[in-house]
């Protein structure tokens, strides 16, 4: 610790006070009401349209069948701040879950991780558990942010993208198909929940939408989506439906961006 309490120290001079906001606890405020969880299985809730909620929704719908259940939490009504919801997730975010034995479960990679071990141990294959791993961490961290300028301009939760973002994502986009798609999907030839994860994102950027923004998805990672697609069958759609709906209803806001070569 010594040579970074060292590194820290030294940038005192340059920094300055500010003044904090005080932090509160959000109110356990709202009407939404939490349903009954399926024996033995998960109750998933969340708002439908959100890329982070697809990729559980989407894994419970494929592999879990009466084991999983899906409830609506619309966040833009204020939902998740009702008592029920906090009693599961006090971060108040999506997604969010419930056991059947009560316990609370939220996170997305981290439920996808709880659900393959639980219900379909194949999609979490100890052999490739550590490249998994590594993947979804990529995708949590320097994918989620060169993806979110470009995918949440589509989704009009953000403003308009500089002309250098196509060339930050499709740089973190070469480098993690080099080293994890070498194979058809990240764990060989079968959709694994590291998949799952990062599918709904891949997803948006391929959708009309986002075309007109003037992103063009790679064509390594439009194949992987494309097969994916074939893989998961009628359930992608399933899933993916308001999202891609959402997205849709956009494309009359967004406007073309030139983006650097």
């Not at 939760?157 to 990240?186: E, H, R, W």
């Amino acid at each position: 610790m010594a040579v970074h309490e060292g590194w820290i120290g030294s940038n005192e001079p340059a920094v300055e006070t500010i003044k904090f906001e005080d932090s509160t606890k959000p109110p356990g405020t709202g009407e939404w009401k939490i349903e009954a969880v399926p024996d033995g299985g998960v109750l998933l809730c969340g708002l439908p349209g959100s890329g982070n909620v697809i990729s559980p929704r989407m894994f419970g719908l494929k592999h879990m069948g009466d084991k999983f259940k899906f409830q609506v939490c619309d966040i833009t009504k204020g939902e998740q701040l009702s008592p029920d919801f906090l009693a599961i997730n006090p971060f108040h975010q999506v997604p969010s879950a419930k056991l059947s034995d009560g316990t609370g479960m939220f996170e997305s990679t981290s439920m996808l991780r709880h659900m393959a071990r639980t219900y379909a141990p194949d999609t979490y294959p100890e052999a490739k558990a550590l490249k998994i791993d590594m993947f979804m961490d990529k995708r949590q961290g320097d994918f989620y942010k060169v993806w979110s300028p470009i995918g949440y301009y589509a989704m009009q939760i953000a403003p308009a993208p500089g002309t250098d973002a196509a060339k930050k994502l499709n740089g973190v986009l070469a480098t993690m198909g080099d080293c994890f798609l070498t194979d058809k999907f990240v764990g060989g030839d079968k959709i694994c929940i590291a998949d799952y994860a990062i599918l709904p994102l891949i997803n948006t950027l391929s959708l009309p939408t986002t075309k007109k923004v003037g992103y063009v998805l790679p064509e390594r990672w439009a194949k992987y989506l494309s097969d994916a697609k074939a893989e998961i069958g009628e359930v992608f759609a399933a899933a993916c439906a308001e999202h891609e709906g959402w997205v849709g209803s956009n494309e009359p806001a967004v406007s073309a961006i030139k983006f650097d070569a």
